[in-house]
């Protein structure tokens, strides 16, 4: 039987969630990509007659859709000029910086923002022809935040809900993009916004006020009726991210990850203290004022190899973008400075690895870890410190987690830190590795039961449900009759 050409339930996000992997022959296979966006939409997909909407990863022609995991993938094509301008030059290297703090200078550049515009359209052109009528369609992050009212426009009929994974900024600095009314006016098609934080979807809510007029109370926005439309009412609140806790809790339980858990401390000298870090190479993770830290505690004496080591997962990213360059330079000259003064033959201070690892390595190096750095400047959510808890079934390890994270505002029994004191940090760190095993115990236990309790089919369904609560349109009404 010949495959629907629309589903009633349309997910877009910049990439699809799948990566293109060419054999030994030269034949072409699509791996699922392991992100817990993935394994998310997988429950929420299961059931439903779903479609996903994204860019392949490869630039220039986009393959034909395709049936993939029990679901219809329909491939959005990005030129590499594309790829420069809306990905790593709009995306990552103006709204990133402007959503994160301004930790590095955000850059403007008008061609980027056109470039922005066109594959925003592009997407939503996919989304409106995939999408059947009256269809749930959930958009997701910064990288589409114009495709809400594109949508919206091209099909009136269906529901639209948008999900924030990163920080939405304070509207001081929100106020800096010169496409600002631009963007609110995009993200305000849709029926509902969904952020991490109840603070990004106030600064949202702040921002629409002070940059469109709109009339706002509590979590919504009014915008007033224009150009023969009615006015209407969207509601931006917050329904935090989370992780597949049963899947990663079992993972982390098989026989294979416990014994490799045990390896990777034999391999590192079985030190009294393994100390982790897991992130994507970026700026705003707070990696390096975690190597000051932990390089002024080898020097003060306080610690000290091969006692401790400590072990940093900086994965690959964006590795285009200046900003990216110059932050790994500036790590691995550190990393190599404090090996050279702290290290020893055979036990370095610092175990760096600028790679990705399968899913079972981590949940072993989760399992290995006695303490878990989450040192971020400003992060949306940060996955892996639910996932360190998740893995810790055994109720051992500390998490140290930064309260400029999303994650903090749920996970209150970590041991917080703020990473710009760098001697708080030192710290919070020493506490972290001298607190007692039971006092440990207890306190991972109740952040493991607050993951469990609010896993990731807690945040699809919550944010489905806001979803589904929406006010009906008055034009999908007259439409409908
Ligand atoms: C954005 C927001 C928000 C990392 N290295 C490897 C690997 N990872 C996985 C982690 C985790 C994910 O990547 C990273 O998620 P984070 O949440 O920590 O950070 P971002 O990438 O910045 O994500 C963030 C998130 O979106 C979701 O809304 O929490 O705030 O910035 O799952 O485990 N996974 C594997 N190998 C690696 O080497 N398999």
Request: hydrophobic share 35%; aromatic share 6%; glycine share 8%.
């Given at each position: 039987m010949a495959r629907r050409t629309t589903f009633d339930f349309v997910i877009a996000a910049n990439r699809l969630p799948v990566d293109r992997v060419v054999g030994p022959d030269g034949e072409v296979e699509w791996h699922r990509s392991p992100g817990g966006l993935v394994t998310a939409m997988d429950s929420v997909m299961r059931g439903r007659d779903g479609a996903w909407v994204g860019w392949a990863g490869d630039t220039g022609d986009a393959p034909e859709p395709f049936d993939e995991a029990g679901m219809w993938l329909h491939p959005v094509p990005v030129s590499a000029e594309?790829?420069?301008?809306?990905?790593?030059?709009?995306?990552?290297?103006?709204?990133?910086?402007?959503?994160?703090?301004?930790?590095?200078?955000?850059?403007f550049r008008r061609v980027w923002w056109q470039a922005y515009e066109r594959v925003n359209r592009r997407f939503a052109e996919a989304i409106a022809e995939v999408a059947a009528k009256g269809a749930v369609v959930w958009v997701h992050d910064y990288q589409l935040q114009l495709v809400p009212a594109m949508v919206r426009e091209l099909r009136p009929d269906v529901r639209i809900g948008w999900f924030d994974h990163i920080p939405f900024p304070p509207v001081e600095l929100f106020a800096q993009l010169p496409w600002?009314?631009?963007?609110?006016?995009?993200?305000?098609?849709?029926?509902?916004?969904?952020?991490?934080?109840?603070?990004?979807?106030?600064?949202?809510?702040?921002?629409?006020?002070?940059?469109?007029?709109?009339?706002?109370?509590?979590?919504?926005?009014?915008?007033?009726?224009?150009?023969?439309?009615?006015?209407?009412?969207?509601?931006?609140?917050?329904?935090?991210?989370?992780?597949?806790?049963?899947?990663?809790?079992?993972?982390?339980?098989?026989?294979?990850?416990?014994?490799?858990?045990?390896?990777?401390?034999?391999?590192?000298?079985?030190?009294?203290?393994?100390?982790?870090?897991?992130?994507?190479?970026?700026?705003?993770?707070?990696?390096?004022?975690?190597?000051?830290?932990?390089?002024?505690l080898l020097a003060d004496g306080r610690l000290s190899t091969p006692d401790v080591t400590f072990v940093q997962v900086a994965t690959p990213?964006?590795?285009?973008?200046?900003?990216?360059?110059?932050?790994?330079?500036?790590?691995?000259?550190?990393?190599?400075?404090?090996?050279?003064?702290?290290?020893?033959?055979?036990s370095p201070a610092v175990h760096y690895l600028h790679q990705s690892y399968p899913r079972e390595e981590m949940a072993a190096l989760f399992l290995a870890a006695d303490v878990m750095l989450v040192t971020p400047l400003r992060d949306g959510m940060n996955l892996v410190a639910k996932e360190y808890v998740t893995c810790r079934h055994d109720n051992g390890g500390a998490l140290v987690l930064s309260e400029f994270t999303g994650a903090w505002?749920?996970?209150?029994?970590?041991?917080?830190?703020?990473?710009?004191?760098?001697?708080?940090?030192k710290q919070t760190i020493l506490r972290a590795i001298g607190t007692e095993a039971k006092d440990k115990e207890r306190l991972m236990r109740a952040l493991r039961r607050r993951v469990a309790d609010h896993d990731v089919r807690v945040w699809a369904d919550r944010f489905l449900a806001n979803l589904e609560a929406a006010p009906e349109r008055p034009e999908r009404r007259r439409d409908a009759s």
């Open positions: 594309e790829v420069e301008q809306y990905y790593e030059g709009f995306s990552n290297d103006t709204l990133w910086p402007i959503y994160h703090d301004v930790i590095v200078p955000a850059r600002r009314q631009q963007l609110l006016t995009g993200l305000l098609g849709a029926d509902y916004l969904g952020f991490q934080r109840q603070a990004d979807a106030q600064n949202f809510v702040r921002a629409c006020r002070q940059h469109l007029g709109a009339s706002t109370k509590g979590e919504t926005v009014t915008l007033p009726s224009d150009e023969g439309r009615p006015q209407r009412t969207v509601r931006a609140s917050a329904v935090p991210i989370s992780v597949d806790f049963e899947g990663l809790d079992a993972l982390a339980r098989t026989p294979e990850v416990q014994e490799r858990a045990a390896e990777i401390r034999a391999s590192l000298g079985s030190p009294k203290t393994l100390l982790l870090g897991v992130d994507r190479l970026d700026y705003t993770k707070g990696i390096r004022h975690r190597l000051k830290a932990y390089e002024e990213s964006r590795e285009r973008v200046e900003a990216y360059k110059q932050l790994r330079t500036e790590v691995e000259t550190t990393v190599g400075r404090i090996n050279g003064n702290h290290g020893a033959i055979g505002h749920e996970l209150h029994q970590a041991f917080v830190c703020n990473p710009h004191d760098i001697e708080g940090l």
